[in-house]
């Protein structure tokens, strides 16, 4: 094969007038011209639809590379040799991120806890004055019965914290 014909693109390839070789080797050879031009047309398909598959697969890798550079640039994991190198450094931010947002969790729970008490104790206090508003005691009870009520909602042990 000559270097002309192998730096022919596709679309040379399928416009080319095969007419006069194949009706050459229709009258001088054994050669079943028809044949040829449908194997001619498969390998034509053929090529065509790798191409078609190859620019698929070349776009995703393309996403696939910009979907890299923007986590890279997300985390502040600097651009590695390899791609196994790339993705030791990724699993070392995900997994510090795992550890922060675990921390974070724990103190999200521990908040939680803290704030049902306080509306516990807000909810106690609140019945509490109603019930004194409701009962008219007088100013001489009510300090007695204000220091009961702030020592079961503020237990000695809480305080000392």
């Known amino acids: 094969m000559t270097k002309q014909v192998r730096d022919l693109s596709l679309e040379e390839i399928k416009s ?3 007419s006069y070789w194949l ?3 229709k009258e001088n050879t054994i050669f079943d011209t ?3 031009r449908t194997h001619k047309e498969w390998l034509i398909n053929q090529v065509e639809a790798e191409k078609e598959r190859g620019d698929s697969l070349l776009a995703m890798l393309e996403r696939v590379k910009s979907d890299i550079d923007e986590f890279r640039v997300l985390t502040g994991t ?3 040799g390899t791609v196994e190198e790339q993705a030791e450094a990724f699993n070392r931010v995900l997994k510090a991120e795992k550890e922060q947002t675990e921390l974070w969790r724990e103190h999200v729970r521990k908040s939680n806890i803290e704030l049902e008490a306080a509306e516990a104790r807000e909810k106690k ?3 509490a004055i109603e ?3 409701s009962e008219d005691m007088y100013r ?3 300090e007695p019965f204000f ?3 702030l020592a079961s909602l503020y237990p000695k042990e809480e305080e000392a914290k």
């Open 140 to 142: 001489d009870d009510a």
């Open 34 to 36: 028809e044949n040829i």
């Open 16 to 18: 080319y007038d095969d």
């Open 131 to 133: 019930r004194y508003i």
């Open 147 to 149: 220091e009961e009520v």
């Open 125 to 127: 206090l609140r019945e």
């Open 78 to 80: 600097e651009e590695a």
């Open 23 to 25: 009706h050459y080797l």
